[in-house]
């Protein structure tokens, strides 16, 4: 069976949620599961290396009726082997690698070369897209609302403040109309001068943080993907028009069109001490109009 040479065409990025596409492969997987891959696709897959955005919910329909996307994950190919989900080494873009969407389904799979169409589930990818951009404009708030809490010149975000989420995020999830941000402050982070008692009343940060969200949310302002081209492992960025200025954070995911849609952002922040420093979450949640 031979396997695409190119990346998969994806339109989620634009927010698309169908697409029709051909069959250009078919893994079988245990329990009569396939992974079935396509030349495009509306889905969004989640991401090995940073699974920030979960997987879309939806359908392929064939001649034969439509059947449930189980799970859709990032796949690898390299030397002639297909790589998905966990199993898949290395980060999406590495170079010498095909990247595509796995669209995992049970029972009988559509053959190669058959046309399928894609309908992802609009409520659930609306929720994550608002989530996903609740969680950016809260983490370019939390920087805002540390910026003066370095001691010494740190690199900035799109805003001129200190990337204190680029510089201290471990994990970010975004589920439906919510996230969780989990930051680790230890010693490099210190070395590069944060002061870490700024973090001693984390309500208070909170209240700026989300004093700021209100105000942007309260103005509004238009959001995109920017991409060089529609591959999958194309690098795209979350471009957002604030007052204060114009974003651009690394992003694989999906968003709103205009903040102005989220009617209410709101995060609150809990620290812990762990190991060598202190780990702080933070907990966003918002509500879609
Ligand atoms: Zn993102």
């Not at 970010?172 to 973090?199: N, Q």
């Amino acid at each position: 069976m031979t396997l695409p040479t190119t990346d998969t065409v994806v339109t989620y990025p634009d927010g698309a949620t169908t697409s029709t596409g051909t069959v250009l492969h078919v893994e079988p997987l245990a329990d009569e599961r396939s992974a079935v891959l396509l030349d495009t696709t509306a889905c969004h897959p989640v991401d090995t290396a940073w699974p920030d955005q979960p997987a879309d919910r939806g359908t392929l329909t064939t001649d034969q009726g439509p059947q449930l996307i189980l799970d859709a994950v990032t796949g690898g190919i390299h030397d002639g082997v297909l790589h998905l989900g966990a199993a898949l080494p290395v980060r999406t873009g590495a170079d010498g690698w095909t990247f595509v969407v796995a669209h995992v389904i049970d029972g009988p799979p559509p053959a190669v070369g058959d046309h399928v169409q894609v309908d992802v589930d609009r409520g659930y990818r609306a929720a994550l897209s608002a989530a996903h951009t609740a969680c950016h404009l809260a983490a370019l708030a939390l920087d805002a609302a540390l910026s003066a809490a370095w001691s010494k010149a740190a690199p900035t975000d799109a805003l001129g403040n200190p990337a204190f989420d680029a510089l201290a995020i471990q994990r970010s999830r975004i589920h439906p109309l919510r996230s969780t941000d989990t930051y680790r402050i230890g010693r490099s982070l210190r070395r590069k001068g944060f002061t870490t008692s700024a973090l001693d009343d984390p309500a208070a940060v909170a209240e700026r943080v989300n004093a700021q969200l209100a105000r942007w949310v309260a103005v509004g302002g238009p959001v995109r993907i920017e991409r060089a081209d529609d591959a999958l492992s194309a690098r795209r960025t979350w471009v957002c028009e604030l007052p204060t200025g114009l974003t651009d954070i690394p992003c694989g995911g999906t968003h709103v069109r205009d903040v102005a849609e989220l009617s209410d952002v709101t995060t609150s922040l809990t620290t812990r001490e762990v190991d060598g420093g202190l780990e702080l979450s933070m907990e966003t949640r918002t509500t879609a109009t």
